[in-house]
């Protein structure tokens, strides 16, 4: 009995020895798998940070390639894979910068109903995060002999992830996962961009003429409709090709500054060949308050008439024209000869401009108001270019008003020859002053 006795003591010490053992085992794997975990957590936050700071990098470029949407670096992402995504952005942005061709315009996005995608859902939903493996893969490996017994290795595995998660917490590591940017990405909107889009040449020139080329061919396959959406396109970047080689050849854009300016240069000629003082303001040429109404009526008249003219010319022949249209005008200030402007008389042509040196310009004399609306001419008692005389005594200057004939060809010179009002003042001349038809400037 006692025998027996002393084999059962001896098998359950032997017993209780191994499953202490075992425990023990277990405890010590779940402390070196811990361990191991939370070294490989560090790894991958170390590795995950590198990889989100150079995605960030590029999806930052690629939304400033497309104006700031991310809407529209969802939609080129989901639809050609980040890394295509990142050229065709690149590509788009170059097009804008060499053919003028907004990359928002040629992606033609659905409008938006809600908000849009934020660059951190982007980040995030691009970045392939490193992730920890799931303790399953190590279940069988935790518990070892009698730790496995009874739901031990399931207690193991929970004790295992219990401590990991724990000591990762503790140490402060971030585990992101794309998952989550994914679940809260808005959908993506649909676009109509073309793959001919994508293949675009360097210049405006060039890139027409391939466009021509796709139009015929889809023209020949009875594609009209795409055909002549490429035929439209391809004449838009013509007429860049035309700004850019007016540009390139020193031709500007004639603006209204530059009228104004004209106007000015033109004004103060104008005002010195006729002895007025005008004083150059920020507005235009003030004329000083002694000049006779007369006299200022003729310079306002003269100066818009010669300004208008001068514009003309110019957005006729291109603005290269302007320093001869100024000498022309000026010289024909200087001798007070009448000047006119006759448009082209095709798209071939060129405006031109005609002096009458036997018309004058400014058909008052230059002199200072005495007060009174009357032109003072000088002379001894010799009648003046008007042909109602005043009194006039020996010596003195012959004041004379202007006539009825001298105010309708000083309204006719602000007409352009062959107007309806310059050819009605004509006529009216002709019907009711035939004496006078000789004073009708030439052109007119």
Known sequence: MSFMTGVATGLANSVAASINADMAQTDKNISQLAALRLQRASDNEATNRKARKEKEADIKTMVSYLDNSTDAAQFLIDNYSFDRAKVIAANLANQKQKLGLNPLDQIGLAKRDGKSATLEQLIDSNTPY?????????????????????????????????????????????????????????????????????????????????LYMLANNLQAKGKKEEASTLRNEAEALMLIENAVSVSASGEQKWKRSDVDAAGLNIGEALALNNGINAKKTPTGLLVDANTKDTMRSEYTKKQAYLTNILDKYVKANGVNSYPDALTTIKTAIADNHMVTYVPPADDDSLGTFVVDKDTLLFNATPAVSNASNAIINPGGGSSSLNTTPAASGGGAAAINAPSPVDKLITKLQTYNPGSVDANNIVAKIKRDYPNAVTRIPSGY
């Open 130 to 210: 490193l992730s920890l493996a799931p303790l399953d893969s190590v279940k069988g490996n935790v518990a070892v002999g009698f730790g496995k017994m009874f739901g031990g290795a399931d207690s193991a595995i929970n004790r295992l992830d219990e401590l990991s998660s724990s000591q990762i917490a503790a140490a402060g590591i971030d585990m992101p996962s794309g998952e989550d940017a994914l679940k809260t990405m808005p959908p993506v909107l649909q676009g109509n961009l073309k793959e001919y889009m994508l293949g675009r040449l360097d210049t405006p020139k060039e890139e027409a003429e391939r």
